[in-house]
């Protein structure tokens, strides 16, 4: 597929920026919004963008990610990841324009003991995956012609990540607790916009999982971020349920990407290769 006029909503998060470094690197005409300029929720604030680009194809970023606050405030989330999504499939079907959508792990209850195809039945057991499900079953129910990808512990130039609030949490502290029974995996922005783009030039259309290959707990990741930043801070190894946080977090709920590489006809390197 080709395209000429792209927009970029959350041009601002850490995968909006990838984006936006790749676009002005290969000097590719974009137009971004984040939330200080547009509120995804807002339909005519969406229509007049549409109305006035025409884009040909829409990447979405924006997601509310705050998974503990989508506790509280289940409203704010629902109206990002749900409304949001729902406004941009009306649009891009009225536009004719080209939708691709991130979802989450957080679709899945945890419970499997094997890693997560698309045929799995998601069952999410908190707001923000909830939210997420709903914005993937709007699009569907709109869209024929979009691309749904699901990530997990998404991480690139940002504060919402894992290894930002670990490097943070370690300048503060000697000693660490780190959960053992969450795992899933890790996955880098530059990955996402390098397997987003080949996924467009090659035009696959569905919901897929975009994930590196293998998996590792909580603590298996801190220790590998301990070792690439030479971090002395001790970790120790805890359950999840011992932090006592809002929302419940799955257990297991690695993704499977083994669909997507076959479409893409390249096999994707273990999570390790990618930090």
């Known amino acids: 597929m080709k395209f000429n006029r792209i927009l970029l909503i959350g041009d601002k998060g850490q995968l909006g920026k990838e984006f936006s470094e790749y676009f002005n690197l290969n000097n590719i005409e974009f137009i971004g919004y984040d939330i200080d300029k547009l509120d995804v929720s807002n339909f005519n604030s969406l229509k007049d963008i549409f109305s006035s680009y025409h884009p040909d194809l829409v990447i979405n970023c924006s997601a509310y990610t705050l998974v503990d606050n989508a506790e509280k405030d289940y409203e704010s989330a629902y109206q990002v990841n749900a409304i949001g999504a729902k406004y941009l499939a009306l649009l891009c079907n009225e536009f004719n324009s080209f939708l691709v959508h991130y979802s989450t792990d957080y679709v899945f209850d945890g419970k499997n003991n094997i890693t997560y195809t698309e045929a799995k039945k998601p069952n999410p057991i908190n707001n923000y995956g909830k939210t997420k499900l709903l914005g993937e079953e709007y699009i569907q129910s709109i869209l024929s012609n979009d691309l749904i990808l699901r990530l ?71 220790e590998e971020i301990k070792k690439k930043f030479n971090i002395e801070t001790e970790i120790k190894k805890i359950s999840k349920s011992e932090f006592n946080l809002p929302a419940e977090r799955p257990t297991f709920s690695a993704l499977n990407s083994q669909k997507i590489q076959e479409l893409l006809k390249v096999d994707f390197k273990n999570w390790k290769d990618y930090f």
């Open 152 to 222: 997990s512990w998404v991480y690139g130039n940002g504060s919402q990540n894992f290894i930002y609030k670990f490097r943070d949490w370690a300048s503060k502290n000697n000693s660490l607790n780190i959960s053992d029974d969450e795992t899933s995996v890790p996955t880098s922005t530059k990955f996402v916009v390098e397997n987003t783009i080949k996924s467009l030039e090659l035009g696959i259309i569905g919901l897929f999982h975009l994930v590196p290959n293998g998996y590792c707990s909580r603590y298996e990741w801190a």
